[in-house]
């Protein structure tokens, strides 16, 4: 069996700017002092006059990607996720959000998973911060093949988007040759009629390893890739709780507003089902290495199984 090849989505957010820099002249790329750990380097070596280092002033930098999208320029603004939605929320709000402006947003160092930076710079509550934003579109990739399709959705997109990145080397399981992105639409990785599993970003390869792990178990379970949380794909929601019933939401993020969050409102006003959300519960982070800190706060397959294996059994 040929071993699995892994990459963060961050090296794929460098990698996609640099190379959809010439199909779009309009590109620019902004960054706040990081250009070397968001990967937004590579697009500087190549493309040196179409970047902007704007220095450790996160905030300032969405001012001026403001200013360069009202002068109709395609900027994206590159820091990471703690500063990107947390530093400079306010300045996102009104100066990007309130006038609908055309600002990408690369929000890369995501979730528990930024490891030994510690609880400080493990953002998990960006999703919810951002979802409250009218007009925002986030995005949060699963894989390599899946950043860089987000990457040139967002540019095709006229409007205010947040993308969402990590600093893990996460599994590659799309192909890229017959991948298709498209914004507000999840996708059904597996199919299963006994409970669906509905997964974001790095959680989404865990989620198919426990589909996996329960197949054996004869528990048949769907399996979401939900990489866009807003606009969410209601539909494919509300149908999987229809034909399936227990929702199981796993996303390395706050179980606060973020995915599980977003599913919750969704069947509770369409096709109300019960869901238990697997993330980060009502803590903060600490340092660590992000393997063993995604075990310890039950992000992964094993504890995803898991929790199925004993709601599954109580939702019958």
């Known amino acids: 069996m040929a071993e699995i090849q892994k990459k963060a989505t961050r090296e794929s957010y460098g990698e996609a700017l640099r190379d959809l820099a010439e199909k779009y002249p309009k590109l620019v790329v902004l960054d706040a002092d990081l250009a070397a750990a968001t990967k937004t380097g590579i697009f500087k070596k190549a493309y040196p006059e179409r970047f902007f280092d704007c220095g450790i002033a996160e905030a300032n930098m969405m001012g001026v990607a403001a200013g360069l999208a009202a002068s109709g320029k395609i900027p994206f603004a590159s820091t990471f996720a703690m500063f990107a939605a947390g530093r400079a929320y306010e300045i996102v709000r009104n100066s990007i959000g309130y006038p609908h402006l ?11 998973s930024v490891g030994e930076d510690g609880a400080t710079h493990q953002c998990n509550e960006d999703i919810a911060l951002m979802r409250t934003i009218p007009g925002m579109t986030i995005l949060n990739p699963a894989d390599d093949v899946e950043a860089k399709a987000a990457v040139e959705a967002a540019i095709q997109y006229e409007g205010p988007v ?7 080397a996460a599994p590659i399981f799309n192909d890229p040759l017959t991948y298709r992105f498209t914004i507000g639409k999840g996708i059904t990785l597996r199919d299963g009629d006994d409970l669906t599993l509905v997964a974001t970003g790095l959680m989404v390869s865990e989620a198919l390893k426990a589909a996996e792990q329960l197949e054996t178990e004869g528990i048949h379970a769907r399996v979401l890739n939900i990489h866009t949380i807003k606009p969410l794909d209601t539909e494919l929601i509300t149908k999987a709780a229809a034909e399936t019933g227990l929702l199981v939401t796993v996303e390395e993020h706050s179980i606060i507003g973020g995915l599980g969050g977003a599913v919750c409102e969704a069947v509770a006003e369409n096709q109300p089902v019960l869901v238990v959300r697997i993330g980060v519960k009502d803590m903060y982070g600490h340092s660590g290495p992000a393997v063993d800190l995604l075990q310890e706060f039950g992000l992964c397959a094993d504890n995803i199984t898991t929790v199925v294996k004993k709601r599954w059994k109580r939702s019958k």
């Open 162 to 168: 947040y993308l969402r990145f990590g600093r893990l």
């Open 102 to 112: 055309n600002v990408k947003i690369g929000a890369t160092h995501a979730g528990i």
